[in-house]
């Protein structure tokens, strides 16, 4: 007997229904998964940044308690080179006890009481947990001095102006003479009208403070340039503001080398023509002998022509200073 045949089409489409009614509801299970997932996920999210919102505000407020309330300043402590005493520092200061140890700026605070307090050059500015604020202080030291009125303005060697009513000099202060302050505010800087004859002022105070050049008695502003006047007897033309390092240095050892043949000697060293220093004794400018030697006050050449100078000094005379003399 002969068994009908089935129709392959019928079946094929009857098991692509089944199996697409499989996929379906699959699907719509995995979709529900995933979409729980999700949503937990989100939830997890939202919940951390919660706690890390809550942390930070946390933080903050902790932080700001820490810098305005735990810790108050209980104790100002001076230190290093005190002039005024701490009743004066505290009142210039601004600050007071119970204020925010963390709340004081520091640059500020140095700028503070040095302007105040005009022989304060700096203060660094600590702290000392928990509640002592300390301050070290370097003194400004007085450096050259203007006369004004019948006293002086006295001024270090930055060129602030400490005093602007000073009645006596100390020791190793020169005076200024040639140009005047255009203003006498004490803690501000000196100013000598022109830009460039202040800075070159200052250059030079600075220049001499340090390298140790001590003896200075004056300084001159003369045709448009300055001059150091040794112990009122030497005057030290320093010519251009260029190696003032090296001319100071120069100059030491001229007059070193004239102070030991004659430890009164009067005269000029002039420093403007480098590298050499040429010294004149007498009232008179100093005369370039010649453009490679120095001679001393009787005219004997210290030098040799690089500008170094003789460990014993020969008894010659260039023609230079013989025709000089003769003249």
């Given amino acids: 007997?002969?068994?009908?045949?089935?129709?392959?089409?019928?079946?094929?489409?009857?098991?692509?229904?089944?199996?697409?009614?499989?996929?379906?509801?699959?699907?719509?299970?995995?979709?529900?998964?995933?979409?729980?997932?999700?949503?937990?996920r989100k939830r997890q999210i939202k919940k951390r940044l919660s706690l890390a919102l809550l942390a930070f505000v946390v933080i903050c407020v902790s932080v700001i308690l820490a810098l305005t309330?735990?810790?108050?300043?209980?104790?100002?402590?001076?230190?290093?080179?005190?002039?005024?005493?701490?009743?004066?520092?505290?009142?210039?200061?601004?600050?007071?006890?119970?204020?925010s140890l963390f709340s004081v700026n520091e640059e500020k605070l140095s700028d503070l009481l040095s302007k105040k307090l005009p022989y304060i050059k700096s203060a660094t500015v600590s702290r000392k947990l928990p509640d002592t604020l300390v301050i070290e202080l370097k003194a400004a030291r007085e450096c050259a001095a203007f006369t004004y009125g019948e006293g002086y303005i006295l001024v270090d060697d930055e060129?602030?102006?400490?005093?602007?009513?000073?009645?006596?000099?100390?020791?190793?202060?020169?005076v200024v003479s040639g140009v005047s302050p255009k203003s006498a505010t004490e803690g501000e800087l000196v100013s000598l009208g022109k830009e460039n004859v202040t800075s070159d002022f200052i250059t030079i105070i600075s220049a001499l403070r340090e390298n140790e050049f001590n003896g200075v008695t004056e300084i001159r502003f003369?045709?448009?340039?300055?001059?150091?006047?040794?112990?009122?007897?030497?005057?030290?033309?320093?010519?251009?503001?260029?190696?003032?390092?090296?001319k100071l240095q120069r100059a030491k050892a001229a007059i070193d080398k004239e102070n030991q043949m004659n430890p009164y000697v009067e005269g000029v060293l002039d420093l403007g023509t480098e590298p050499n220093a040429y010294f004149k004794a007498g009232e008179e400018e100093a005369v370039t002998i010649s453009p490679e030697y120095v001679t001393d006050a009787e005219g004997n050449v210290v030098t040799d022509k690089n500008g170094d100078f003789l460990t014993t000094t020969p008894n010659t005379t260039t023609s230079a200073e013989t025709k000089a003399s003769e003249e």
């Fill in 222 to 246: 003369e045709n448009n340039e300055f001059k150091v006047v040794y112990q009122d007897r030497i005057i030290i033309k320093m010519g251009a503001m260029e190696n003032l390092e090296v």
């Fill in 69 to 99: 309330v735990l810790f108050e300043i209980n104790t100002i402590a001076f230190k290093g080179e005190k002039v005024y005493s701490n009743a004066q520092l505290v009142e210039a200061s601004g600050v007071e006890i119970g204020d």
């Fill in 1 to 40: 007997m002969t068994q009908p045949r089935k129709n392959p089409r019928k079946n094929t489409a009857a098991g692509n229904r089944a199996g697409a009614g499989g996929k379906n509801n699959l699907s719509r299970d995995e979709a529900r998964s995933i979409s729980k997932k999700k949503q937990e």
């Fill in 159 to 174: 060129g602030k102006i400490l005093d602007n009513n000073a009645t006596m000099l100390r020791e190793n202060v020169a």
